[in-house]
């Protein structure tokens, strides 16, 4: 069975961090492309930050550049949303996504003072 898991999110303060992770298991990891989106209620799903299979190229929304970093440990089927400098406009569902279309239940980031 396909899994994706994702854990991490919580409430932080604006200018704080955070670290997003998703444990895949149940498919070849190493062999697709991983994707962080986000969603907010009544908002499409927003292609947030991607990475290639082996890790050596990646993508960025133009409104995270420069704060957020997506990284893969293929050793250990996870990949990682690094958040910095975070505002209130960071706040969503988080969700990961392999390119054969797995997606994981989600992990809320809450960004207020």
């Known amino acids: 069975q396909v899994q994706l898991v994702e854990s991490g999110g919580g409430l932080v303060q604006p200018g704080g961090s955070l670290r997003l992770s998703c444990a895949a298991s149940?498919?070849?990891?190493?062999?697709?492309?991983m994707k962080w989106y986000r969603q907010v209620p009544g908002k499409e799903r927003e292609l947030v930050a991607a990475?290639?299979?082996?890790?050596?190229?990646?993508n960025y929304a133009d409104s995270v550049k420069g704060r957020f970093t997506i990284s893969r440990d293929n050793a250990k089927n996870t990949v990682y949303l690094q958040m910095n400098s975070l505002k209130p406009e960071d706040t969503a569902v988080y969700y990961c996504?392999?390119?054969?279309?797995?997606w994981g239940q989600g992990t809320q980031v809450t960004v207020s003072s």
């Open positions: 990475i290639s299979a082996a890790g050596g190229s990646t």
């Open positions: 149940g498919f070849t990891f190493r062999g697709y492309a």
């Open positions: 996504n392999a390119a054969a279309g797995y």
